[in-house]
């Protein structure tokens, strides 16, 4: 009998019997409990394990070398490049760090645009 994933230890019981049922034949009683099984498991872990998404700074790891060039060639300070993001968990820090992403942004976008104005920076 398939029961709901409220905490824990029905989470580890459900991914238990994920593992006895892996492998099962398609189209018979145990994929179908699989697969109920499973949907189950994702929505329980989306909700308890939540994954922030990164901001584009985030997602893009600079290293020395790429700092160090884009400094060099469009001439964006340094340190907005190696300052360190705000902590993500206060709402109004994350206000100042959407404002602090969006002035590095238009930073880059007027850099890139006054060192090579025949490139067309979207927004």
């Known amino acids: 009998?398939?029961?709901?994933?409220?905490?824990?230890?029905s989470h580890q019981k459900a991914l238990r019997r994920i593992e006895?049922?892996?492998g099962a034949k398609p189209g018979s009683r145990e994929e179908r409990e699989l697969d109920a099984l499973?949907?189950?498991?994702?929505?329980?872990?989306?909700r308890t394990f939540p994954i922030e998404a990164l901001d584009p700074l985030e997602a893009i790891s600079l290293t020395l070398p790429m700092i160090r060039r884009i400094h060099q060639k469009l001439g964006i300070?340094?340190?907005v490049l190696i300052s360190k993001p705000p902590p993500?968990?206060?709402?109004?820090?994350?206000r100042t760090r959407k404002t602090e992403s969006k002035r590095i942004r238009?930073?880059?976008?007027r850099a890139v645009q006054q060192r090579e104005?025949?490139?067309r920076v979207g927004k």
């Open 88 to 94: 993500r968990h206060a709402r109004s820090v994350r």
């Open 1 to 9: 009998m398939i029961e709901p994933i409220v905490d824990h230890t």
């Open 20 to 22: 006895k049922l892996w």
């Open 77 to 79: 300070p340094a340190e």
């Open 38 to 46: 499973a949907t189950l498991v994702d929505t329980y872990e989306r």
């Open 117 to 119: 104005p025949s490139i």
């Open 106 to 109: 238009d930073s880059l976008v």
